[in-house]
């Protein structure tokens, strides 16, 4: 109410903007840190004490002894584990450094400014708009070996697939997944790219091309290295999305053929939501935590360092 | 740039721009015919292209049994009410992050940023043990509840980013007229972040709707939304596609129109807020 400010006003003379906020902000903030904070240590703190437990909900309600670290050596040493870690790497480095390439490429072609291109740029984002686990149901019928449109198109070129189907096959499952992926966010990149070229001021550009460089060395010593830190959080933000995959393998694949597509998250939706193996689960989840929060932490360290946030 | 590039060039990158279309927008294309082509002609080899278009698949799904009816309300009172709980938590904070010197303020906001990198089926697990003893296994509250981890980090980030740009100037003024704090973040800065919290409750909504690991452990038959809902017609014998088709065009319609029409603030929703588009 105005005449409280009034008020307020004349009881007291005004002390400079940033004096006197007192706990204000830190009472601003607590409502989400603790809302937050609970949301996140509760599975955590549940993995924690279960990985150290057998339980297996299909036989028992409550968990039923304590067996010390055998779950974290039970999944350390198991082949499925391994072929898992090995999947979510393949498939993370491989889908971020496509994902980049493609991505750069038509993120350049866009910013070329012609008529037409911004149409084409608010369009492209549509696979990214896309639920995951959809682009799932769509590429299965892409891929369907009967009469999917890939294919039909892969025949079409003269490379037959696999008579098991591209994602019957244990050579061409994995790939079949990633190209999904490559599929839904390579417009991603392509658009936070393109946001950040918009962004290289044109006086640079010019000045580079009076002094003769050619178009090959202007994209890769001057828009690359100054669009580095957009480049940064893009490279991050898919490398991390990528190591979780999860739902796409859930409806294509469910990891198979075999383990061919298993991917950490995949398993540990397994061990804990189909065999209900929560003491097994447990352990995974902390090995996966633990895992994410190195990658993150390195991530933060070279994309934020110096950096006020 | 626009003026040294020659036909040629220009050609050229016409040319890839039309590919990439084709590339990416195609396989939406093609789904979306499969929603609506006589379910003879959907494995047809080659390919049909012209048909007698249908709705009997829409029909199917939305009216007589229409089984995908309610899940799609399912997926809207889910998302819309993740998004409604996630305001008074989320614009406050981004509010005290933006305007007050806070110790270790980076380190929030990149904890924040950390949790929306987390693996999801990490917690899924837990919640789903947890909800089935507390009694919330299937119940709206548990997903919109476990959905904040994702909306309020987002949310937070994103409308940091629009606070940010009000000048602090506008603040002073109010507070030399004697304003409390709380006075000007409601009835000064508020007011001209409208837009910001608009955007950022339309792209956290796009986040909630799409979401589909935590309704998949956590909703029941009653309560499973859209996508988890048509997962179900995998189950059954002889997959219908012209349904699923159905079904998933329409969980794809909101979040396009929300990404068409705020089209000039995608890139800072998909960054939260991190790279200004």
Known sequence: ???????????????????????????????????????????????????????????????????????????????????????????TVAGTAVEFALGFAIALVLSSALPGMSAARALLILPTTIAPIVVGFLYRYMYDPSGGLAVFILHTIGLPPPAEGLLGSANTALISVLFADVWQWTPFVAIILYAGLLSVPQEVLEAARLDGASRWTMVWRIKLPLIRQTALIVVMLRFMQLFNTFDLVLVLTRGGPGTATRTLGYSLYELGMVQYNIGMASAMTWIIVILVNIFIGIFFYIAFKGREL | MVGENTALTRALLYGCALLALAFFIGPIFWFVLLAIRPPDTAFAMPPVLFFEPTLAAFRHTLVNPGVNAPQAVNSLVVALCTVLLNLPFSVPAAYALSRFPIRAKKHIMLWYLGLLMAPPVAFLIPYFVLATQIGLAGSYLMMVLVMQTLTIPFSVWLMKSFIDEVPVELEEAARIDGARWHQVMLRVTLPIVRPGIIVTSMFAFVFAWNNTAFPLVLSSRSTATLPVGTLGYFATAGVTWNYIAAAAVIAMIPPMVIFLVFDRYVVRGLTFGSVKG
Do not use: C, H, Q
């Open chain 1, 1 to 91: 109410m105005p005449s409280d400010i009034a008020v307020a006003a004349a009881a007291r003379r005004v002390k400079p903007a940033r004096a006197r906020v007192g706990v204000l902000p830190y009472a601003l903030l607590l409502p989400s840190v603790l809302l937050l904070g609970t949301l996140i240590a509760y599975p955590l703190a549940f993995a924690l004490t279960n990985s150290f437990r057998f339980w297996n909900l299909a036989v028992s309600p409550e968990p039923m002894m304590g067996v010390g670290f055998d779950n974290y050596a039970m999944i350390l040493d198991s082949p499925d584990f391994l072929r898992a870690l090995l999947n979510t790497v393949m498939l």
